[in-house]
């Protein structure tokens, strides 16, 4: 998808900034007094990381079927015009 910019930033898209796996392997958060176990974060966002890496791969399959969906789509629609007579009707 071809994406539209004006002054720099993408514009009239609609479409949230995608998190990246490595972005939530990665991500860093400031210290607090009483906060929680670090590894037990790590070990979420590594979860997380992982999911968002399978939801990635399965919507990269989607759009390739979908692609192969449209193109048969529009070979049979070519195929049926030639086909097709024209109406030699009043219309």
Do not use: I
Request: hydrophobic content about 30%; overall charge positive; charged content about 35%.
């Amino acid at each position: 998808m071809a994406q539209v910019y004006r002054s720099g930033q993408p514009y009239g898209t609609g479409l949230p900034n995608r998190l990246t796996p490595h972005e939530v392997r990665t991500r860093e958060f400031s210290p607090r007094r009483r906060g929680v176990d670090g590894d037990e974060v790590r070990a979420f966002l590594v979860d997380v990381a992982d999911e968002v890496a399978d939801l990635y791969r399965r919507l990269n399959l989607l759009d390739q079927e979908n692609e192969r969906l449209k193109r048969v789509l529009r070979d049979w629609q070519t195929l049926h015009t030639r086909e097709c007579r024209p109406n030699r009707g009043h219309w």
